[in-house]
């Protein structure tokens, strides 16, 4: 009996240890998160006027999509905002 226990525990955590590598949970970027992170890498070739109107085309777009906020690219379209201005122009 013991033995079987130690053998059912070993799968276990050889199945766990397996799953811990990779997310359980993947989200794909909606396309115009992409097109915006790919926009934020260019921000410093930018006048300030043209990221002003970026940084207020990215807060259109996540308050008419809310869940934009939970998109993978998010959090880096943010902080390339950031770099670029020095300001958090997402705090809420």
Known sequence: MK???LIVAAVLL???AYY???PLLTQNSL???EAFYNESLHLDQMSA????NYII???GFTINKPNAKYDPLY???KENI?????KDYFIY
Not at 82 to 86: R, V, W
Request: proline fraction near 4%.
């Open 57 to 59: 085309k990215v807060k």
């Open 75 to 77: 959090s880096d379209i």
């Open 31 to 33: 396309p115009e998160m």
């Open 82 to 86: 950031k770099k670029k201005t020095n």
């Open 20 to 22: 811990g590598e990779k």
């Open 49 to 52: 006027d043209s990221v002003e």
């Open 3 to 5: 033995k079987l226990l």
């Open 14 to 16: 050889l199945g766990l």
